[in-house]
């Protein structure tokens, strides 16, 4: 099946220091990724569309200047979290929908990466 | 308002027996409903998509069921295995001039031994 990579699975920094996450689709590519956080025990919230060579669309309440997303090719998509703090620590998530459908037609079949889990001390 | 709501919120069965989980949505209108496996620390993995025209769906041992007439699905877990113990969480995709996924905020299953 499809692969989207979470690089790194799990960070921790100090506290005021920036944090990259990428998000690679290894055998696909996909012009729209999505960034979620989770916190324990709830599910998904999305953070924003990821569109290649334009800007994100960040979903209300998302602070666009803390969490800055770079789309810069058709596989890759990254999150920086920029000047983090202890309440910025939760589990990152991103997803990819292939430029071309895998799955049922129309569908927009998502594949989800494997999470990165952010702690900031 | 476009929600959904799973329930319960959390289950516990004994290895070997059959489950279901539900899920109402007040999304409307919507193309599909998909249900994922999340397990622990990990990201979501798709089990089943369905449209809305779809009213079943099998993965294995999943089984999924769509009613959309009163917007509600199910997940059926048959004779389930340690390794089923995870969240499971509906998203219903909301076609309304955009598209936007809706996500349930998921069922935890645990199956003893």
């Known amino acids: 099946g499809a692969v989207v990579s979470q690089h790194p699975s799990w960070v921790i920094c100090k506290s005021g220091t920036s944090v990259k996450i990428e998000c690679r689709s290894l055998?696909?590519?996909?012009?729209?990724m999505f960034w979620y956080r989770q916190f324990p025990k709830q599910s998904l919230m999305l953070m924003a569309t990821s569109n290649e060579g334009s800007k994100a669309t960040y979903e209300q309440g998302v602070e666009k200047d803390k969490f800055l997303i770079n789309h810069a090719s058709l596989t890759l998509s990254t999150l920086t979290v920029t000047s983090a703090h202890p309440e910025d620590s939760s589990f990152y998530i991103c997803?990819?929908?292939?430029?071309?459908?895998?799955?049922?037609?129309?569908?927009?079949?998502?594949?989800f990466g494997e999470g990165s889990r952010l702690t900031v001390l | 308002k476009n929600q959904v709501e799973q329930s319960p919120q959390s289950l516990i069965i004994l290895e070997g027996k059959n489950c279901t989980l539900q899920?109402?949505?007040?999304?409307?209108?919507?193309?599909?409903l998909r249900w994922y496996k999340q397990d622990t620390g990990r990201g979501p993995v798709s089990l089943t998509i369905?449209?809305?025209?779809?009213n079943t769906k099998s993965n294995g041992r999943y089984t999924a069921t769509l009613d959309a007439d009163t917007k509600q699905s199910s997940l059926h877990i048959t004779a389930s295995q340690l390794s089923d113990s995870a969240s499971y969480i509906c998203v219903v995709l909301f076609s309304g001039g955009y598209n936007k996924l809706i996500f349930g905020a998921g069922t935890r299953l645990a199956v003893h031994p």
């Open positions: 899920c109402n949505y007040t999304v409307s209108p919507f193309s599909n």
């Open positions: 997803s990819a929908r292939p430029n071309v459908d895998r799955g049922p037609a129309n569908t927009g079949e998502l594949f």
């Open positions: 055998d696909f590519q996909a012009t729209t």
């Open positions: 369905m449209t809305f025209s779809e």
